[in-house]
């Protein structure tokens, strides 16, 4: 990254990056709190929408990171500002749990099943066959479709679930509509990202552990981009991409001297 300009703020994926199966990854409570320390704009990001900021806020403070709420930017937030920037005090039908249902409110939108604009799909623990069957009903009259991600499955101590993804492909085939997804690898997220902090992408790097989410993502938004080696992408996988990292470390504890 010798020919970029030095990066003045930071994006990082969570899951993976700094917390792995439950647990802080070794070095970054320290890398968040040189973060603090240094005064740089950063953004913890993540795909899921079932969580508010706040939430995931506590969830990290058990583990021992100091995070600020208006750090983290979620999924669920990045479709309400999309929407609210798309069409402003909307009406949409929303399965989903508190994460996007708080954020939907919180930019104006009236959550209805009579006539919605908009049908938006976020993770949840139960998704409802009567939900389900309710959204391919709203679609066939007539509304948008969004989508908070495209993950198919999502992790529990069971082994996998299917997450929204699947979900959606599932009224996709109902309807015959194809859902508009917001978050990784929707360079969208990036964006939206960015303008919360103010960020500029010549200056700014996005950490994750996916190639195929965090790095696509950051590369499609212009981003610098540094893979960790804590979560999902090995070495390895990375060399059968089309596209490369900005480059690679093992963890975020190997950047804490760049902050």
């Given at each position: ?212 989410t965090d790095i696509l993502c950051g590369l499609e938004a212009g981003l610098q981009t540094v893979l960790v080696l804590t ?29």
């Amino acid at each position: 990254m010798s020919d970029r300009k030095p990066v003045e703020s930071w994006l990082t994926d969570m899951d993976g990056v700094l917390v792995h199966e439950g647990q802080p990854v070794p070095g970054a409570p320290d890398f968040v709190r040189a973060l603090r320390t240094s005064g740089k704009p950063f953004l913890i990001l993540t795909n899921n929408s079932i969580y508010t900021a706040r939430d995931l806020q506590a969830r990290l403070n058990r583990m021992g990171f100091d995070v600020p709420e208006h750090a983290i930017w979620t999924a669920a937030l990045a479709t309400a500002q999309f929407l609210a920037d798309q069409r402003p005090g909307g009406t949409a039908y929303v399965i989903g749990e508190a994460g996007l249902t708080t954020a939907m409110h919180a930019v104006g939108y009236v959550l209805t099943d009579f006539a919605p604009d908009y049908v938006v799909l976020g993770e949840t623990r139960t998704y409802s066959f009567e939900a389900i069957t309710k959204a391919v009903r709203l679609i066939d009259g007539g509304a948008r479709f969004i989508c908070t991600n495209p993950d198919p499955t999502g992790p529990s101590t069971e082994g996998a679930l299917p997450a929204a993804g699947s979900v959606a492909a599932m009224i996709s085939k109902a309807t015959g509509v194809e859902p508009y997804f917001v978050g990784k690898p929707n360079p969208m997220m990036m964006r939206s990202a960015l303008n919360t902090i103010d960020a500029h992408s010549e200056t700014t790097a996005m950490i994750g552990d996916r190639m195929d989410t965090d790095i696509l993502c950051g590369l499609e938004a212009g981003l610098q981009t540094v893979l960790v080696l804590t979560g999902i992408s090995t070495r390895a996988e990375a060399e059968r991409y089309p596209y490369l990292p900005s480059r690679i470390v093992s963890s975020v504890a190997d950047l804490i001297d760049e902050i």
